[in-house]
């Protein structure tokens, strides 16, 4: 007798339910549901067994290795010696355990925190049923014989994007296109958080922990920003952005991203290598006229840069009951016999960072002491301040009347300007040159070599003294630093000290040739770490072959990302100085710094 059958399979991800061993469904020809006895995953076995299995196991090496335990403290036996059948015990234990775990526990959190409805087991019940009678009506209706189709199948079109389906739980979500969230009807979950939200009994920053989906919660937040404030966030992109990446990490309560174009500027041939530098501004001209100080030091042969110095620091102030006592402190830091014991408990904080050198101020009875270390490819603000911390614990052993103040009391000095980092420097401290013939001043940069000189020594030297500028003895390196920090996934702010810059120029072999410089105490990059890992700021270091780590030489991708901020400066201040020069400043930046944009009617819209 022929008999029609049918099976089914269901996994805790299709229908919801919790994961653990499948059931079979088999439909006979008399209509009869044959639900077969629950398969194990873990043993050959049925499940009831399987279980009893784990639970005898589990119960049994516990009494055993506490027994084993016991007996050990008696005799006063090491806990950590074990015999190899206390080594097949902690194993069994472990497995039971785990099993144990998975197949109850999942249950249980599930039931917690997933699905907070209480009759949803209930409706997989109902669901169960449901689809136990479907199977019966599809088994009438198949004849005797006809339970296999040879017929040769319609092939079913891909479905688009549009129409995928995914399921979790017991609710269908469809993958749509991207969309503006503020644009689509929301869902009843959706508006009841809102609604909680706006009523303050769920904190807007904790949405990502409560929802876990960084892109729903960001949504979510944007909607309800949207309804407090009355202004529209539509202009700003919600879609196309990876939320998970930045959290914990890059930006808190997220609602959207800024887009910023970036151009690239090069190649630029520095140290017999070419880059093409990633630049992220919205500042029309500028990687135009870096592209052309690009251009003249490819045609003269290239720069060439020399690193200095490479230590991140970190200043932390500290208070005693008098300057004599502040005064031992600094003593005893800067004494060399120290430097060992101090570098000891310094370097414990990391494999990269390595202690360089304190230096001591004192201010009263206040002592401020600079720890500068290096970092590897890190930036490393973070590195030195576990080192630093560190230090001061051990410190509080010999000098108990010791009272910290802060990790950081500005004498770093990071964000700042300051003197302290135009004299000692701060990250990477670079050099960068090059030698521009005559005839590409002339003909690239449209000025010659006597002018480029007497305005840079009366705009970029003596002008900047007049100001009294404090590390902006140049035209406009900041512009540069920004574009490429911005780019490249750097700290932005970290800008007003990076731009510290001196640019030099004066005409050699004869005044038929320019020699350029400019030298860059405190240039603060890294390529690992921070905003570096987001996929954009990602693929431009990669332009540039600075991505990640350097696994051969650690700290080397740092340093010539460095380089390249340095020898983009460079560029730029020549460009920029020959304009002035030349008079050609307005002039460009009317022709492609402008918005042909009627502001007025827009601004009425």
Known sequence: MDVARRSTTETAAGKGRRPGPMKVKVVDENDVVVVGAKASDALPLPLYLTNAVFFTLFFSVVYFLLTRWREKIRTSTPL????????????????????LLGFFGIDFVQSLILRPSNDVWAADDDEEEHERMILKDDARKVPCGAGLDCSIPQIAPIASPKAVAQKVFDKEVVISTPTDFSTQPLSEEDEDVIKAVLSGTIPSYSLESKLGDCKRAAAIRREALQRITGKSLGGLPLEGFDYESILGQCCEMPVGYIQIPVGIAGPLMLDGREFSVPMATTEGCLVASTNRGCKAINLSGGAS??????????????????????????????DPNNYDTLATVFNRSSRFGRLQTIKCAIAGKNLYMRFTCSTGDAMGMNMVSKGVQNVLDFLQNDFADMDVIGISGNYCSDKKPAAVNWIEGRGKSVVCEAVIKGDVVRKVLKTNVEALCELNMLKNLTGSAMAGALGGFNAHASNIVSAIYIATGQDPAQNVESSHCITMMEPINDGKDLHVSVTMPSIEVGTVGGGTQLASQSACLNLLGVKGANREAPGANARLLATVVAGSVLAGELSLMSAISAGQLVRSHMKYNRSSKDVSAVAST
């Open 80 to 99: 950590h010696v074990v015999n190899l059948s206390e080594i097949v015990a902690i194993l069994a234990f472990v497995a039971s355990f785990i099993y």
């Open 305 to 334: 840069s020399v690193l200095l110095r490479d230590g991140m620091t970190r200043a932390p102030c500290v208070r005693f009951n008098s300057a004599k006592r502040a005064a031992e402190l600094k003593f005893f830091l800067e």
